[in-house]
């Protein structure tokens, strides 16, 4: 089992920043990648950013510049760093950890961002 608990979120302004970020315990043997989703009223959950286990990382194109992953194995965290932010990055961000060979993917309870105009 792997354990996922996110934090950060918060209110911010237009153009402000915020810093999510998700710690993880438990049996962190062979996580794969570590990732962002988000999820907004109304609509489905997407992807925003991962970083892989070699420390590869790809984004949404509607965060590239604004967004970045990163990942400190001593605190077993990953960051999630959001600047220039705008009103339609306004959702509940969750991180998951994904196990290719166990086919395990684990998800952390969410945490709200919101970002008025």
């Known amino acids: 089992q792997v354990q996922l608990v996110e934090s950060g979120g918060g209110l911010v302004q237009a153009g402000g920043s915020l810093r999510l970020s998700c710690a993880w315990s438990?049996?962190?043997?062979?996580?794969?990648?570590i990732s962002w989703y988000r999820q907004a009223p109304g609509k489905q959950r997407e992807l925003v950013a991962a970083?892989?286990?070699?420390?590869?990382?790809s984004y949404q194109d509607s965060v590239k510049g604004r967004f970045t992953i990163s990942r400190d194995n001593a605190k077993n965290t990953v960051y999630l760093q959001m600047n220039s932010l705008k009103p339609e990055d306004t959702a509940v961000y969750y991180c998951?950890?994904?196990?290719?060979?166990?086919?395990?993917?684990?998800w952390g309870q969410g945490t709200q961002g919101t970002v008025s105009s």
């Open positions: 998951n950890a994904a196990q290719y060979v166990q086919d395990r993917n684990y």
């Open positions: 970083i892989f286990s070699g420390g590869t990382t």
């Open positions: 438990g049996s962190i043997f062979s996580i794969n990648r």
